[in-house]
């Protein structure tokens, strides 16, 4: 597996509307585009910093991840995104051969038409990790 760099950062937040301006005002980020996940149960708005892009996650159902998370107690950094240049697929394979859980069994499609596959916190230092490639 060759990882090129964080792709982004998942930051979940209970609304985009009143966590923006931090984001945009004070931090001088360009909020770029808003998109709803329906599978995921989020909206998710993207901000460019550097390279990297923050992916801000607000649940868009009780039934959300990102919801029951937030209800948990805690909010913040949800998850690292990881770009990998040899494919999620390959990606997938290497990791289940080093013994780490997979959530995603098989690369699916995430915001901005990404493939992109999930790990386990249980085994990956308790780091939600997200694996996707362009
Ligand atoms: N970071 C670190 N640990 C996390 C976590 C997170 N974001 N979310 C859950 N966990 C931990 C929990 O604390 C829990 O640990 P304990 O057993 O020690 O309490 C463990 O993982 C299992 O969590 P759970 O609440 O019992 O189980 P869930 O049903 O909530 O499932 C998970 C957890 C990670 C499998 C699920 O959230 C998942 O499949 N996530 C991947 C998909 C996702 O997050 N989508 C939203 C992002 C959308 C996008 O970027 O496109």
Wanted: glycine fraction near 6%; aromatic fraction near 6%.
């Amino acid at each position: 597996m060759k990882i090129s760099h964080i792709e982004h950062l998942g930051i979940a937040v209970q609304s985009i509307e009143e966590s923006l301006p931090y984001f945009t005002d004070v931090l001088g980020l360009e909020c770029y585009a808003t998109e709803v996940v329906e599978d995921q149960k989020v909206k998710t708005a993207f901000l460019k910093c550097g390279e990297v892009k923050l992916e801000l996650l607000e649940p868009t159902s009780p039934e959300s991840t990102i919801q029951k998370w937030i209800d948990k107690g805690n909010k913040g950094v949800h998850h690292v995104a990881f770009c990998v240049e040899d494919g999620v697929a390959n990606a997938l394979n290497f990791c289940e051969e080093k013994g780490i859980r997979l959530i995603d069994k098989a690369s699916r499609k995430g915001a901005e038409n990404l493939n992109i596959a999930f790990l386990h916190p249980k085994s990956t230092c308790g780091i939600l990790t997200e694996l996707c490639e362009h």
